[in-house]
């Protein structure tokens, strides 16, 4: 890149005219060896930082939507007016370039990283948290970010510090990414913000009554609020030979270095289970050369969640990179104290290295028997994720938490609503009075797919196509009683990321409207928006 030319004031860059932006319009702009991102919403200009501050994915490659622009990898989003983030997954602002016009030429100077200001003294109240995972680690980092002074405490039963679990049965288990990159934020990123941490600390017990948690070594913690964010534990397959050497599940970063550690050198893989997890590993794995074997009770996977025929368009990914289905049961896990296969329901044998389960995980919530809190397996929350009980949250796998769209309610294992449900209940204890009313998020990587499903559907009586289903891209809408619930998009950012805005504003997008490929989604939004 060529230099650019400076005002008079050497900090300052020219970086173009006026006239070179149009309203409503993200571009990128190079001074120096630098970009940076202007953006031009109703005739004002804002500069940023060009790239996402989750995965660092191109910003200019996203959706503008009113004053949010949408990171098309993940579906962080950024207010544009000051470029703070507005939802997870991303936790950091962008860095802020301050701008200046002279005459018809723009100049911008930075950029400038807005810090987390964090009291010297804190205040005695104390505000805990059960849990590190999404939502926990997403509660702690956006108290600190709105303003609490008072201490942040998060009791785990792990010994690491946050982790991003969904990179864990993609590229990381494969060896494709090291553990630096797993990690969510620096020991001395919690320090400066004066987060505590009690790690190897199982709780066993809350008394409701004196505001005290009691852990299973007989730590106890007093709390001023609470939330509780325990997530889930993995299901364990009742097969003989879950004992033997080369089996395991996959939910911890523990269990997951303890795979990619066990499979270095080993090229026969049975996965049990067509869920995300499984098939996540299995795309990842099988393109590294392994063997892949997926054992599963669904004859078409995702099925319940995609319908029939996205189901087999996945399965039909995999089997193209040699990945084997077999559908039924594991009658047996053999081997003698390591694993040399498994022996199915028929009486096949399939050889085998390593067996790992990924069949779900159900709430951790055992701790919570007799406080009045449970309902089932989940805690019920109100549209403030506050549960029954005063000064005590639930967040993340284990709430049951109302869905302001659908009037049900709902409990989804997924890593973004567990985020974004974090942000809103630091919001909450700190005294803001805000309903939880964003929309259900989720997205999976698979070879050269991007899977991204928007909304919460789980009776849908009508599937609609806008395009042909295939790697090309394409979006599927899921209707009931003819209105569209949720959606999937398959290579296909820009839709879903406007369908999961119209599904928020209760706008609806009719079958005929959804299919016809010649109507632009941001138009009819916009339209259909201005006449609500």
């Not at 900090?11 to 630098?34: C, L, P, T």
């Not at 889930?232 to 097969?239: F, L, S, V």
């Not at 990619?260 to 590993?281: C, D, P, R, T, W």
């Not at 997008?509 to 632009?520: A, G, M």
């Amino acid at each position: 890149m060529g230099k650019t030319e400076k005002s008079e004031n050497e900090n300052w860059h020219k970086v173009g005219k006026v006239s070179d932006f149009r309203d409503s319009e993200v571009k990128i702009v190079a001074y120096e060896d630098k970009k940076a991102m202007l953006i031009r919403y109703e005739g004002k200009l804002y500069a940023y930082g060009s790239k996402c501050t989750h995965y660092g994915e191109r910003l200019e490659r996203g959706t503008l939507i009113k004053n949010l622009l949408v990171c098309p990898c993940h579906n962080a989003q950024f207010n544009i007016f000051d470029g703070s983030v507005y939802l997870p997954p991303a936790f950091d602002d962008l860095p802020v370039y301050d701008i200046k016009m002279e005459g018809e030429y723009i100049y911008i100077k930075g950029p400038n990283k807005r810090e987390i200001k964090v009291p010297e003294n804190l205040s005695n109240e104390t505000y805990v948290i059960i849990g590190s995972g999404a939502a926990g680690v997403s509660c702690a980092i956006n108290l600190r970010k709105g303003g609490f002074e008072g201490r942040v405490v998060i009791i785990t039963e792990e010994d690491s510090l946050p982790y991003d679990r969904t990179n864990l049965s993609k590229n990381y288990i494969s060896g494709g990414l090291e553990d630096k990159y797993v990690y969510i934020k620096s020991e001395d990123f919690y320090k400066k913000l004066k987060i505590d941490f009690l790690f190897n600390h199982k709780v066993v017990e809350i008394n409701i009554e004196r505001k005290l948690i009691v852990c299973a070594h007989g730590a106890q913690i007093s709390y001023d609020k609470l939330l509780i964010a325990t997530g889930g534990i993995p299901r364990t397959p009742q097969i003989p030979g879950v004992d033997k050497i080369g089996f395991f599940l996959l939910r911890s970063l523990s269990d997951a270095q303890a795979i990619k550690k066990y499979i270095e050198n080993k090229k026969k893989i049975v996965l049990i289970g067509s869920g995300f997890i499984s098939l996540e590993v299995a795309s990842f794995l099988s393109e590294k050369d392994y063997e892949v074997h997926i054992v599963t009770t669904s004859e078409i996977p995702f099925k319940r969640v995609f319908g029939e025929d996205i189901g087999n368009f996945i399965k039909e990914q995999h089997i193209k990179r040699g990945v084997n289905f077999h559908n039924g049961e594991i009658k047996e896990i053999v081997g003698d104290s390591h694993i040399k296969g498994v022996v199915l329901e028929e009486g096949a044998k399939v050889e085998a290295d390593a067996v790992i389960a990924g069949i779900g995980v159900v709430p951790a919530v055992d701790f919570l028997e007799g406080t009045g809190l449970l309902e089932g397996n989940a805690v019920p929350v109100d549209e403030m994720l506050q549960s029954r009980i005063q000064d005590i949250f639930a967040a993340g796998d284990i709430a049951l938490v109302p869905d302001y769209h659908t009037g049900e309610t709902r409990r989804i294992e997924h890593w973004v609503e567990a985020e974004r449900q974090g942000q809103h209940v630091a919001k909450t204890m700190m005294g803001k009075v805000l309903p939880y009313r964003e929309v259900p998020f989720f997205w999976t990587e698979q070879y050269d797919i991007n899977i991204k499903y928007v909304g919460y559907s789980p009776n849908f009586d009508m599937i609609v196509y806008r395009g042909k289903i295939s790697k090309e891209g394409f979006i599927a809408g899921f209707y009931e009683d003819n209105r569209l619930k949720a959606a999937v998009g398959v290579n296909s950012d820009r839709d879903i990321t406007l369908i999961y805005e119209f599904i928020k504003a209760d706008l609806d997008i009719t079958p005929p409207e959804l299919k016809n490929n010649d109507i632009d989604l941001k138009e009819l939004y916009m339209k259909k928006l201005n006449l609500s």
